[in-house]
Structure formats: C-alpha cells, structure tokens
Nanobody
Framework: QVQLVESGGGLVQPGGSLRLSCAASGSIFSIRGMGWYRQAPGKQRELVAA???????SYADSVKGRFTISRDNAKNTVYLQMNSLKAEDTAVYYC???????????????????WGQGTQVTVSS
C-alpha cells in the first residue's frame, strides 16, 4: 500500500499565499506522476496541476501563472505553491500519486494510484 499525507491548508485572505505538501510512503518502487486536484462544494473534482518524474508540469488554465507544482523525488514529496489566491480557489485539495509498488511477499511490482485525505483551503476576507 501507498499512503499520501497532505499538509499546509488553511484560511488565507484574497491575494495571499499558501504552500501545500504531500508525502508518499509505503512499499514504493517508483512514482511516475504526482498531482494536485481540488473539489469545491457542489462541483466535480478537477485537476489543478501535475508533474511527471522527469519534471514536466501541467496546469489548469485557472491557476496558470499563480500556482507552481514541484516535487522532491528523493523524499517522494510533491508541493503546490499557491500565490495570488482568489475566493474561487476555495476547495478541498487532494494529492494523487501513481506508479509502481513492490509486493513484499512476492517481490512483484504492480501499479498503484493513491489519494491523500484532502486538505481544506479557504480564501476569504
């Protein structure tokens, strides 16, 4: 199993900044992609930003120029730096990671895709 633990959410005023972190742990053989999603009340979960193992990044149009995703492969950790926050950024933010895990009983490798528990980001004055 692979566990993802997020941190860094909270309440911030419009125009402010927050930095989210997500650390993956478990029987990880390799992680291909890591990303951040968000879900606002009454809306579907949407992709915010993603980063590959090679460092290629992609962003939702709504956050381009304001958010930056990065990862530390040695720590199996992904970050989301959020600047110039707006009220419409308010949502629960979820981390996702996918890759290969090691089944210790057999030493086989199998695909995984895991989610964090979510962290609330509220942008309000």
């Amino acid at each position: 199993q692979v566990q993802l633990v997020e941190s860094g959410g909270g309440l911030v005023q419009p125009g402010g900044s927050l930095r989210l972190s997500c650390a993956a742990s478990g029987s990880i053989f390799s992680i291909r992609g890591m990303g951040w999603y968000r879900q606002a009340p009454g809306k579907q979960r949407e992709l915010v930003a993603a980063v590959t193992s090679g460092g290629s990044t992609s962003y939702a149009d709504s956050v381009k120029g304001r958010f930056t995703i990065s990862r530390d492969n040695a720590k199996n950790t992904v970050y989301l730096q959020m600047n110039s926050l707006k009220a419409e950024d308010t949502a629960v933010y979820y981390c996702n990671a996918n890759g290969l895990l090691l089944v210790l009983a057999t030493m086989a490798r199998t695909d995984f895709s895991s989610w964090g528990q979510g962290t609330q980001v509220t942008v309000s004055s």
